[in-house]
């Protein structure tokens, strides 16, 4: 069923779309705030490794000789940054001239990275370190790397990937993450307005282009490493439980920051699907949409982008997740003794079975 037949469709059977249109609007809120005990947080220590200073300070005019001392600075991440975002290709001999276009091209993103960024990096690292805590308090056979290190860079603008809870540029590292400057400039800043008149990004990508999105998007870059997430062939529902139980155990690592910032939605968008949460999930029921296995049909729902077509205008993209995490938390209210641990690795069509998710 694709897209045009699903809106097309009779109004009787999509009553519910009207109603969702009309009320997807509002502010956001935010998640807990509690502490982790002191006498449970673990020792955490964070580096931060400036790569993309390193790199740009590389001299054109000896870039063998410059090249030959970074890759020695940075033995793993050098050549991955090289071949895995930049895509060049360091043996082939057109390699340092392609260095030199990017080194030409990139340097006023890396010019606003030095400004916009660089003030925020050492909070960063603070909210990491709690984080992090969180997490192996949480999940005790996780063991941060240590020395944790933050290593900053900034690579091609459409290094933008889909990952389960969302879409966003940065990366796991083999020692700790890799902070994708040229994605948390702003959301104002003039080096985006190329892309967005391109096509190449688009406006709600671009709102979270934000410095704040970095801890989060380190976390879920870490959340995504510690539990794999793969989809094939598994029924709507349960690809929304299991975005869900990564998204919850998310909001638990990061208790002080805005639940619209995790998930990515406006604080209009968050708002509207609480408000409408009931309506949302009729949505679903009511068009047998729950044990959909059609890939092509399930991804209007459960795939980043600016809106949900069937919903309208004013909702937000991947609206599976948000009602993934509601079926979540239903479930992990109700049964306060089971842990974080045990949750993660709980059959998706168990904790929707047992949540008796039914909003009203």
Not at 240 to 257: A, F, S
Not at 323 to 352: H, L
């Amino acid at each position: 069923m694709d897209a045009i037949t699903f809106v097309d469709m009779s109004l009787n059977r999509f009553f519910l779309l009207g109603l969702i249109i009309v009320s997807l609007m509002g502010a956001g809120c935010n998640g807990s705030k509690t502490n982790l005990p002191e006498s449970e947080a673990i020792p955490v220590t964070i580096k931060i490794a400036r790569f993309e200073k390193d790199f740009f300070a590389v001299d054109t005019a000896q870039i063998d000789a410059q090249l030959t001392k970074l890759a020695l600075r940075y033995p793993v991440f050098f050549p991955s940054f090289l071949n895995a975002i930049i895509g060049i290709n360091p043996a082939d001999p057109q390699a340092a001239e392609a260095i030199k276009a990017f080194l030409k091209s990139y340097r006023p993103v890396y010019n606003s990275a030095q400004i916009k960024v660089e003030k925020a990096l050492p909070e960063m690292a603070n909210q990491l370190k709690k984080a992090l805590q969180w997490l192996h308090y949480l999940v005790p056979a996780y063991q941060p790397d240590s020395p944790f290190v933050i290593t900053t860079f900034i690579g091609p603008m459409d290094a933008y990937e889909s990952f389960s809870i969302g879409d966003y540029g940065d990366v796991r590292t083999d020692n700790g993450v890799g902070v994708a400057l040229q994605f948390h400039l702003g959301a104002d800043d003039p080096v985006y307005e190329s892309g967005l008149s391109s096509g190449m990004l688009y406006h709600y990508q671009v709102r979270r282009f934000t410095p704040e999105t970095m801890v989060v998007n380190a976390m879920k870059n870490i959340v995504e490493d510690l539990f794999p997430y793969t989809a094939a062939g598994k029924p709507l529902v349960e690809e929304m439980v299991e975005k869900g139980k990564r998204l919850y155990l998310l909001q638990k690592v990061l208790p002080d920051e805005d639940d619209s910032l995790l998930i990515g939605y406006t604080g209009t968008q968050l708002k509207g699907c609480k408000e409408n949460e009931a309506l949302i999930w009729q949505f679903f029921v009511k068009n047998d949409l729950l044990f959909s296995i059609d890939p092509s049909l399930n991804k209007s729902y459960i795939k980043d982008g600016p809106k949900t077509p069937e919903l309208g205008d004013y909702s937000p993209g991947n609206i599976g997740l948000f009602t993934g995490w509601q079926i979540v938390k239903t479930y992990m209210d109700q049964n306060e003794e089971v842990s974080i641990s045990e949750m993660m690795s709980m059959p998706a069509t168990k904790i929707f079975q047992a949540s008796g998710y039914k909003p009203r």
